[in-house]
């Protein structure tokens, strides 16, 4: 009499709007954030404009010109021989700014790579294991946060001179703690969760728990702090250059543009104005494409 | 009995654009009188909440009512403003929610908490507003009221919370009481009490009271009237009585025959051999010490005894704290057990190292309770099947292969193998993970809760499923659970535990027929609908629709 079967009884049949993977259902959301769209064009154009730097103008970002000093703009009423004009030593300040680009770029994401591999092997092997890992770990979170960044830079580099390489890594070990702190309280979370349990009684090895299961759900914790600290880092360059403890000059970065300038920071204010808007511009882009990551990534949730 | 407290005619709520269907609750009229208990009973996405939530003015912004009037105290709490609503909510009608946990807010005395109903909708003094508290803290059965009222959430348990939630509700007397599955997550004999004082308010009080439910254990135990919702629509209403014993739609029938009997057909005596050993199996929590606390342990197992036979189902039965899962974690090895011997095929693997253990772990598979966190989203379902196999060093493809088998055994399309598990249900995704553990071809299948969280048609599927699985393979399986009627269908054996002491065992005939120790008496005492004998439908006149 019982003939009324369930859904479920049947093999399942392919449903009607067939859902969305995880991917595809990201892709949707992240068109639709206008910030995250916004800070996505943004580094597309900066990233372009590093990349393709030597197509974009005819000047050398190292000639000096005496007879072409401090030229103005083009919305200045400088001439377009020089669009962007010429600093103090008669360099093309277009040419500066965009080869400065691949420096800004290069810092920020070498430092925040390294940051990112030392903090989150640290974050989550500390949330993983827990007990005593854990307890060394935030110690050495805890020593980091002690120590002020921008004034162990700045010895640092005092001590070893400054160029590309020492402030990369001086940036990079030093701005792990936020990938540390995170990922350490994500893994605890995704580790309670019963796939992995799951896949403990079956057998799987450590490593593969960690790259398999807690690796890709802690994912997108670890993208938005990327981003992050890959502006924080730019920054920190900036300030180190404009110290003149950065990169060391003829090298063209924004932040000796900057300290360049500030000589003349009221006779041509557009020699800081420009590479500041530059650096505001990419970092501003770089935060708004991380809170948009976190927000589109976020709300996916378990299911 | 005169007018009814609560009237909804013909209401409909819309869904946003994107759902599955149109409307969550469609064309729904439904009454409480003063002193009636209305039980709506439906499953997960039947719109019961919905309705619920619409009556106390608490839907979520997406979804709004488009059709329908709900009258209440002479108005129609659809065209009301948010204010008057609210000054309405507490003083006239009160919901209580499935979570005491997060019902209290944990800064504040429970006390203080059931005052500020009185601050908030009377102007009593301070005085008065306490001798009110304490007599409502009286009227719930709390011991030692004066003692309660300065305690806050943390410090009671969950059965207590749950009456605070209650006095909170009760404190100006409100016309209508919206309970909204009060008694899920609470404990059996915790259940039970609560349950009782329903009854008691329904004779103290004139109020009308609607009770949502998904169990209908608790419909048979305190409903005089029952609506039985689907896709939301009520596709069935009447008494109790009516409604349990003889249900007219065939939806009411389909979810009424699901419900687990607690009687079976005595199954032949298992002659196997033995395939599982535990024998004084020990395991201590042992919480640090702080500053200002002292070091505690908490013994979770104590000197636990049991053998299982091949093809045998040996039923594990407790509260919550009684150990249960703890042992379960022995059994499987995510936590390792103090002393004891568990022998799978007569091998201890109690005390192995995590090294040597490696090839024993397919033996043992487990189902979890909750199918939502035990399949990772991130990765297909296929790739989360072959895994096992992969790990005991089997070829992918021939691993892929068996997957496919085993999506067929479980009732699913092999297809669905290189999805995601947002894609499915909880039903679904139970099936998937009772394939991932089947997949390392184990000896011993542990199910932990594992049908608690579904609905009770999708339930009896599954148990059906696990049933025929287990007889086709010669599984063992080990079925920990704590609702007792699902324990009298499947299982051939059981235990009882208490505080990590196996407390009575025996065949589940012999236990449930006559219980050794107060403690089982008690469980079985507390089961709600007891009166209740889920009718045969087999034998009712054929449905109408």
């Known amino acids: ?303 | 009995m005169t007018d009814p407290i609560l009237s909804i005619q013909n209401l409909t709520v819309d869904l946003p654009k994107a759902a599955d269907r149109a409307h969550a609750v469609e064309n729904l009229s439904l009454q409480v009188m003063p002193k009636e208990i209305v039980c709506i009973v439906g499953e997960s996405g039947s719109g019961k909440s919905i309705t619920a939530f619409t009556t106390m003015g608490l839907l979520p912004q997406a979804l709004s009512p488009s059709q329908g009037e709900i009258r209440f105290d002479g108005h129609d709490l659809l065209k009301l403003s948010k204010r008057a609503h609210s000054d309405l909510r507490g003083r006239r009608m009160a919901m209580i929610f499935q979570e005491p946990m997060s019902a209290l807010n944990p800064c504040y005395s429970v006390g203080d908490q059931i005052e500020e109903m009185f601050q908030q909708h009377t102007d009593l003094g301070a005085a008065e507003r306490k001798a009110r508290t304490i007599r409502l803290l009286e009227e719930v059965h709390l011991p030692d009221p004066p003692r309660i009222y300065n305690s806050y959430p943390h410090q009671l348990s969950g059965g207590q919370r749950q009456r605070i939630v209650i006095a909170m509700a009760l404190a100006l007397d409100p016309a209508l009481l919206i309970a909204d599955e009060p008694t899920t997550a609470l404990d059996l004999s915790t259940q039970q009490q609560i349950l009782h004082l329903f009854k008691e308010l329904r004779e103290k009080h004139d109020a009308g009271i609607m009770f949502v439910t998904h169990d209908f254990d608790v419909v048979a135990e305190i409903a005089d009237r029952v609506v039985v919702m689907q896709h939301g629509r009520i596709v069935e209403q009447g008494s109790a009585e009516e409604v349990l014993n003889r249900p007219q739609h065939p939806y009411t029938r389909l979810l009424i025959d699901a419900v687990p009997r607690r009687t079976r057909d005595v199954p032949a005596p298992i002659t196997s051999h033995e395939v599982l050993k535990v024998s004084n199996l020990n395991k201590t929590y042992h919480v640090a010490g702080g500053m200002f606390r002292p070091a505690r342990t908490v013994h979770a197992c104590k000197d636990v005894n049991f053998t299982v036979h091949q093809g045998e189902t040996l039923g594990i039965v407790g509260e919550s704290g009684s150990g249960k899962s703890t042992l379960v974690k022995c059994l499987i090895r995510l936590e390792d057990p103090e002393s004891g011997v568990v022998s799978v095929e007569g091998k201890d693997i109690a005390l192995m190292s995590r090294h040597d253990l490696h090839p024993y772990r397919k033996h043992i598979q487990i189902v979890f309770q909750d199918p939502y966190g035990s399949l990772n989203p991130r990765r297909t379902i296929g790739d989360q099947l072959v895994e096992g196999p992969v790990n005991f060093g089997e070829n992918r493809a021939k691993a892929m292969e068996r997957a496919r088998e085993l999506m067929k055994i479980v009732r699913l399309d092999p297809e669905v193998l290189n999805r995601y598990p947002n894609q499915f249900s909880g039903g679904q995704r139970q099936r998937i993970c009772i394939a991932r553990a089947l997949m390392v071809e184990p000896k011993i299948l542990i199910a932990d809760e594992a049908v608690s969280a579904l609905d009770v048609s999708v339930q009896k599927e599954v148990l059906k499923l696990l049933n025929e699985i287990r007889d086709r393979m010669g599984l063992t399986v080990l079925f920990i659970t704590h609702d007792l009627r699902v324990a009298a269908q499947v299982c051939d054996t059981l235990i009882v535990m208490q505080q990590g002491d196996v407390v009575e065992r025996g065949t589940v005939e012999e236990v449930f027929g006559a219980p050794s120790h107060p403690y089982t008496r008690m469980l079985l005492d507390a089961q709600p609908g007891k009166h209740w004998d889920v009718p045969d439908i087999a034998t009712l006149p054929p449905a109408v629709a």
């Not at chain 1, 991917?23 to 404009?49: E, N």
């Not at chain 1, 919305?75 to 008669?90: A, I, K, P, Q, R």
């Not at chain 1, 400065?100 to 790579?113: C, D, E, F, P």
């Not at chain 1, 807690?214 to 938005?224: E, K, Q, R, S, T």
Request: with cysteine; aromatic share 8%; hydrophobic share 55%.
């Open chain 1, 1 to 303: 009499m019982t003939d009324t079967t369930t859904p479920t009884d049947q093999p399942l049949q392919a449903p009607r709007n067939k859902p969305l993977t995880p991917g595809q259902a990201m892709r949707r959301r992240a068109l639709r954030h206008k910030g995250l769209m916004f800070g996505a064009v943004v580094m597309l154009i900066v990233l372009c404009v590093a990349i393709f730097a030597p197509l974009l103008t005819q000047y050398d970002p190292y000639q000096q010109s005496l007879l072409a000093r401090m030229k103005p703009p083009v919305f200045l009423g400088g001439t377009s021989e020089h669009w962007l004009g010429t600093d103090g030593l008669g360099r093309d300040f277009w040419a500066r700014l965009a080869y400065g680009a691949r420096i800004s770029l290069m810092i920020g994401i070498l430092a925040a790579v390294i940051s990112g591999i030392i903090g989150s092997t640290l974050g989550i092997l500390a949330g993983y294991f827990g007990g005593k890992v854990d307890m060394v770990v935030t110690f050495l979170i805890n020593v980091r946060l002690a120590m002020p960044v921008v004034l162990v830079a700045l010895a640092v580099v005092a001590l070893f001179g400054g160029s590309l390489v020492v402030v990369v890594s001086v940036l990079g070990l030093l701005l792990w703690d936020r990938f540390a702190v995170v990922l350490r309280s994500a893994t605890m979370q995704v580790r309670e969760q019963e796939y992995v349990a799951a896949a403990e009684v079956l057998g799987a090895s450590l490593p593969r728990i960690l790259f398999k299961d807690i690796l890709p759900n802690v994912m997108n914790h670890l993208i938005v702090i990327f981003t992050l600290e890959m502006a924080h880092a730019i920054i920190l360059e900036a300030a180190l250059s404009f110290l003149g403890l950065g990169v060391q000059p003829p090298t063209p970065s924004w932040g000796l543009m900057i300290s360049e300038g500030k000589d003349m920071l009221l006779f041509e204010p557009w020699l800081i104005t420009i590479p500041g808007v530059a650096l505001f511009f990419l970092v501003l882009a770089i935060n708004m494409l991380g809170d948009g990551l976190r927000d589109v990534t976020a709300p996916e949730g378990r299911n």
